[in-house]
């Protein structure tokens, strides 16, 4: 249930229609009828688009604006000047005209909007400026910011707003909306709160905004970009060397803020670009010691796979693997000897002799047969899938969840296969794949691993030995901690 102290429901809707009166308008009559605490309606501030849009006069367009804003009066009332900057440029006495009308007639807030997204934060700035001034006879009436991202100003757009007066921001979630988006409220919270100090949220919560942004995206089935400021996965990871080499002994020096104020955390990524600090510091973060010529030795391992196919940005399960595995002590939980897959199809082919439709049955078959030492014994295992990889997933399973049962709260999440072109002629069914598999755990944590090789079916398994062996390693039948 929302807190009521700090979120109000707004419904959204228009001004009434041309030549009929509030009463006869029915998107009002839904409007004024809900159950919202603030009702938002929209309103012509573009004189072109007065006339050539909605085919009506300035004046009625006027009217339009004050006896809406009247009749809704019982609620509180948020006026979207749409169109405003374009409006302004081209007839700024009218625009003007606009805002005061609504705010005379008692609106709270009169929002700027820039619909088409192309205004510069400059002239956001400068405009805000003089409609504060503007509306100085009713101080009441508070200015709020619409921006879209059209000319990627839409969050810039939104802070030179607030530097000129506006105090109310609209904007979405991870910057979702229509063509190019709207103004990213992750990012314009994270400017206004931690580098202008403005309060937006309460600060408890400040350091929920990246657990928020990607729930967002999931319920919006969205992917959510790993670059995203503030709160990606990528926003405050370090590949370069010498960046990592001087984090460690100064945070500060490679990282704009604090990222755990927003809820992130700072990584060290290993990539083509690492050094042995990035490794020791990955091994640090997951609670292992290990001396220089160990990290040496994975940094080298790591290069040589990336020369045959793998790439570990995005893939730290597998780089905790490689470290984990090169412990004095670690002993590995399985070993596999064996596998094999068999991709078959069941069906019978049938043709209907008066079409051109073959029909080849629909009973695909996948088995896959794993021998696995476990403990010093060897046992061998089968098993269908759906598909090869599900295949050998489940007889990798059948053979481990007995000696190890955190394995069944851990479920393959996404898979991800890329074909590579190598340095040689060959290409195509020849060509090296990439192979990616993020996994989760009863409770949301993820994590991922890659493989590669020439076989698809080789690559995906040496990631699906990589994430199980990772979920051994990090989780209990209570839950993991990746």
Wanted: hydrophobic share 40%.
């Amino acid at each position: 249930m929302a807190n009521k102290t700090n979120t109000k429901l707004a419904a959204f809707g228009a001004t009434r229609r041309k030549g009929i009166t509030c009463d006869e308008d029915k998107n009002l009559q839904s409007l004024i009828s809900s159950d919202a605490d603030v009702i938002t309606v929209v309103a012509k501030a573009w004189d072109e688009q007065v006339i050539k849009v909605i085919e009506t006069s300035l004046e009625e367009n006027l009217n339009m604006i004050s006896d809406t804003v009247k009749y809704l009066k019982s609620k509180e009332v948020m006026v979207d000047a749409e169109h405003f900057f374009d409006g302004y440029l081209s007839n700024r006495e009218y625009a003007m005209d606009c805002l005061k009308t609504a705010a005379k007639a008692g609106a709270d807030v009169v929002v700027l909007c820039d619909t088409n997204g192309g205004t510069m934060p400059w002239i956001v700035e400068e405009v805000t400026r003089e409609i504060h001034k503007a509306l100085e006879p009713w101080p009441s009436v508070r200015i709020g910011i619409h921006t879209h991202n059209d000319t990627d100003m839409a969050v810039a757009n939104s802070l030179a707003a607030v530097r000129g007066g506006a105090t109310l921001v609209q904007g979405c979630m991870n910057g979702y909306g229509e063509r190019t988006g709207n103004a990213n409220l992750v990012s314009i919270i994270g400017n206004l709160q931690v580098k202008l100090k403005y309060r937006c949220i309460p600060s408890s919560t400040l350091s929920k905004l990246a657990s928020v942004s990607s729930f967002v995206a999931e319920i919006a089935g969205q992917l959510q970009s790993p670059s995203q400021p503030f709160v990606g996965s990528n926003a405050f990871a370090h590949k370069g060397g010498i960046h990592v080499a001087a984090i460690r002994k100064m945070p500060e020096s490679y990282n704009h803020m604090d990222p755990t104020l927003v809820g992130n955390k700072m990584l060290s990524v290993v990539s083509e670009l690492s050094g042995r600090g990035n490794i020791l510091d990955k091994a640090e973060r997951a609670g292992l010691t290990i001396d220089k010529n160990i990290a040496g030795n994975v940094l080298a391992r790591i290069k040589k796979m990336e020369l045959e196919g793998c790439a570990f940005e995005g893939a730290g399960a597998s780089v905790d693997m490689l470290i984990i595995r090169r412990g004095q002590h670690y002993k590995r939980p399985f070993q596999v000897l064996e596998f094999s897959v068999i991709s078959s199809n069941r069906g019978t082919q049938a043709q209907d002799m008066n079409t051109d439709n073959e029909d080849y049955g629909n009973c695909q078959v996948n088995q896959a047969i794993v021998k696995v030492n476990v403990n010093g014994v060897d046992q061998i295992t089968a098993s269908e899938g759906i598909g090869p990889v599900d295949a050998l997933s489940h007889a990798l399973r059948n053979a481990l969840e007995a000696h190890y049962p955190q394995l069944s709260q851990i479920e393959l999440e996404d898979y991800k296969v890329r074909l590579l072109e190598p340095a040689t002629a060959r290409k195509g069914t020849l060509s090296t794949t990439r192979v990616t598999i993020e996994f989760t755990d009863s409770k949301g944590n993820k994590w991922t691993t890659v493989g590669a090789h020439s076989s698809i079916v080789e690559a995906s398994f040496r990631a699906l030995v990589d994430g199980l062996e990772f979920g051994i390693v990090n989780c209990s039948e209570e839950g993991c901690s990746t």
